[in-house]
């Protein structure tokens, strides 16, 4: 037995001295090279081989880095042996395949294998571009049966992964137009902080069944490349959010925002001063952004026409010549705002609306009857979301987030309570938030506090639609009790009438003379 081990620890001494005496010959390029070759040798009637390079001649090849962002997902899952990077301006990190290192993809049921090849690079010639000494690459083996099934769709399917990765992964920023139309240190209109809002659609308070209509709706724009370009359309879209203060209009808009990965730009209509000066804040934002004009009912007098007196002339398609702002029958140039409402309907839908791509309009109003409707159209507010009051689907989303409530946690009898008086009460979104989040280290206290202000804010909203409705009535008696009088004794209707006009007439007179 004693004679056993120590032949047996003699040839491992032996194979340990082949072995380096291998490595030493022969160094691990050559030898993973000769694996390759081993492996070819065997499997050359069932494989093809594609071979995507670092370099393409003297440029880089975009695929190269489209395959490594979309081998960082799957390395960072199934892979043994990683490689960890961060590039700039990126929030997270990334996974990837070590040196001549492998991995196993799956891709319509068809299996396919990467190698990640690194070798040295042979002494460079004189070159105006050094190269890496490193030779990067991959190798994607596949069956030659699957080849056709696969190959294209598969590489396109790589890009459009790689994209939306590097998309999540950088960072993205808030922009907003300088104040007065002045320009920063780089000659940009648009001052930026990074995005950081937290809101996803996840935590937004509103009905799941218009919050997935949402979704698609951004989703189908997102990968709608294809279809805008086949229809002859601008890859742009619009949405209204309209309704009460404090019913999630900026934090859906955030969540947005997170949901596509687009930068967001807050446009500040008051500070831009001219329609020419509009043109250019848009000719200067990117594509995949969201550009964001809140409560546009306020900023400047944009006002519903249909409602308005003025006798101005008017476009072709209903459009006035001259719409001031805010600011008066300002010219501009002494700082007086004066876009017009043509200024902005090209803004959102004309001819400089497409000098960029993938952008949406998200505009913002408490009040959508004061809006023109030449806004209100397709193709300028393409999608109108209402920003109810919390309802019930709504109110569990706040309780989940709040209180950690989930459907098992909630009392039967309280959430039927609730249930029953939620939607009399007609509480905002944020009011129900702001009491929660006073009561959420006692969740108890939390439901029974909500489910009293609740009671109370259903009373309320009771007796002043009872209000209302008492004044509706007794205007509109008045109303019929004036008219049958003036049937009766026309004469005496328009002898007071004409009493009337003459003394707001003297009123008027004395008024000026004073």
Known sequence: MKEFWSSLASLLGVLAFCQSILHAVFPPELRFAALKLFKRLFNCSSYCYFDI???????????????????????????SRLSLTRALNSSSTTFGLSNNDSLVDTFNGVSVLWEHVVTQRQSQTFSWRPLPEEKRGFTLRIKKGDKHLILNSYLDYITEKANDIRRKNQERFLYTNSRGG??????????????KHPSTFDTLAMDPTTKKEIMDDLRDFSNGQTFYQKTGRAWKRGYLLYGP????????????ANFLGYDVYDLELTEVHTNSELRKLLMKTSSKSIIVIEDIDCSINLGNRKKSNSGGRQGYDG??????????AGTGEDGVNSIT??????FTDGLWSCCGSERIFVFTTNHIEKLDPALLRSGRMDMHIF???????ALKILLQNYLGFSEPDMGLQIMEEIEAVIDKAQMTPADISELLIKNR??????LSELLEALRNMAERRKKENWRSAREKNSTEVEEEEQEKRALENPKQGCDEEFEESCKKEEDDDEEKLN
């Open 53 to 79: 390079t670092e370099i393409d001649g003297v440029n880089t090849n975009e695929l190269y880095n489209a395959v490594q962002l979309y081998l960082s997902s799957s390395a960072s899952i199934t892979g």
């Open 319 to 328: 459009t006035p010549h001259e719409m001031r702002g805010g600011g008066g």
């Open 441 to 446: 280290r006692h969740k108890d206290k939390a």
């Open 182 to 195: 002045s320009l920063d240190s780089r000659g940009h209109p648009w001052e930026s902080v990074p995005f």
């Open 387 to 393: 920003m109810s009051y919390c309802t019930f689907p």
């Open 245 to 256: 203060p404090g019913t999630g209009k900026s934090s859906m808009i955030a969540a947005m």
């Open 341 to 346: 409402l043509s200024g902005l309907l090209n």
